[in-house]
């Protein structure tokens, strides 16, 4: 890493326990982060057997409440009514502490950033949405929302927090003994914590397919002593950005700026799910001309997992051919530890989308093998 590059990065408030566990450092999203620490596979597999955790502090969360005040009868009507004007999804209906997966649309439909948007549970916090978004993107995320809610909603960013990921199947095992109501939550359901002085975000939700949480913690002695005793059990591990990345991709999950972007739609994405019937019948979201037509018609394009039939892994921007034909391109590759093959996600021509359709991956200009097939290539382990 370059001395000036080096200088211009920003580091999380885990710097220093990456450092003191032997990560090794490279540059993401603007900040310092561990690629890894003792190798990608053991901490992949260790993850899927045990429990990992993930400094996830450069991404972006934040907090979207009404100027006018909370708490208040229909507030929660209110702020959902004001952010289903940038995504598609229905957070009217959310109750107190659950949280969606959307995606922010601009106007001609394409994907801004995916994002997930919780109900604060709690007394007295309706009218507020906590919301964490994609640290690559977080300031044209943030400014977005300003831009257009500002008028009726403050935002308050949170990123000077640590932000971390317990992930895999000793998760809750080891969560609830400082936090018993872990025990208590499903899949996308979310606690407000408070310790005396200090509060907390406690969700169980995560990005690589396990069971397990996020927790926003105060960046304080409280919140490092939280991390650096969860790293104390035997049962957890640190895990950097490379095991973080396979195990997403066993998961069919998307990564944003690789497997969608302001170029693709929910519906190319294969993120149509993210869509309730009652907005597409109000089409009443940014760019709901084209992708109710997508819907309609269907896409000409389609996002799917590709399994290569040789060792050789296809990376990002791998050409798709059939016939000699380009017909689509990988946007994630790479090598799946749980499944023990090389592994792939790309999009294609929609009527090749067909699990089982044999494709060839140009990988250094010679035709390889592999065929078209479902996603997730290892299935989801959440409570629900």
């Not at 959902?80 to 957070?91: D, H």
């Not at 439909?109 to 640290?135: A, F, K, Q, S």
């Not at 051919?321 to 592994?343: D, L, Q, R, Y």
């Amino acid at each position: 890493m370059a001395e000036t590059e080096t200088q211009s990065l920003k580091r999380t408030p885990l710097y220093d326990v990456h450092l003191a566990h032997g990560g090794k450092m490279v540059p993401f999203a603007g900040y310092e982060m561990p690629v890894q620490f003792e190798g990608v596979k053991p901490e992949h597999l260790w993850t899927r057997e045990h429990a990992g955790l993930f400094d996830v502090s450069h991404m972006g969360p934040c907090f979207l409440f009404l100027k006018e005040g909370l708490g208040q009868a229909g507030a929660h009507e209110k702020i959902a009514a004001l952010m289903e004007r940038l995504v598609p999804s229905n957070i009217a209906i959310l109750k107190p502490g659950q949280g969606r997966l959307s995606v922010l649309l601009n106007d001609q439909g394409g994907i801004l950033d995916d994002l997930i948007i919780t109900r604060m549970p709690g007394e007295g916090l309706d009218g507020m949405l906590y919301i964490v978004v994609n640290g690559a993107v977080k300031n044209e995320d943030w400014a977005h929302i300003e831009r257009e809610l500002g008028n009726e909603a403050g935002l308050q960013k949170a990123d000077d927090r640590i932000l971390m990921a317990l992930q895999g199947p000793k998760a809750e095992a080891v969560l609830t003994q400082h936090f018993p109501e872990a025990a208590d939550l499903t899949f996308m359901r979310c606690a407000y914590l408070e310790r005396g002085d200090e509060k907390i975000m406690l969700s169980r939700s995560g990005y690589t397919g396990e069971d397990g949480f996020e927790l926003l913690l105060p960046n304080n002695s409280y919140g490092l002593g939280i991390v650096n005793s969860l790293l104390e059990d035997d049962r957890v591990k640190p895990i950097g950005l490379g095991a973080r990345d396979s195990l997403r991709l066993e998961a069919g999950l998307c990564l944003y700026g690789h497997d969608m972007d302001t170029t693709r739609d929910p519906v190319e994405a294969d993120l149509g799910w993210v869509i309730q019937k009652s907005r597409r019948e109000r089409a009443d979201f940014p760019g709901a001309e084209r992708i109710l037509k997508a819907f309609a018609d269907g896409p000409s394009e389609k996002r799917v997992g590709i399994q290569p039939l040789e060792r050789a892994p296809a990376r990002e921007g791998t050409e798709i051919h059939v016939n000699g034909e380009a017909v689509g391109v990988v946007t994630s590759g790479g090598f799946g530890p749980s499944v023990e093959k090389p592994i792939a996600m790309g999009y294609v021509r929609a009527d090749l989308a067909v699990a089982g359709t044999k494709v060839d991956l140009m990988v250094r200009g010679k035709a390889r093998p592999a065929e078209v097939c479902d996603l997730p290539f290892v299935q989801p382990n959440y409570k629900r």
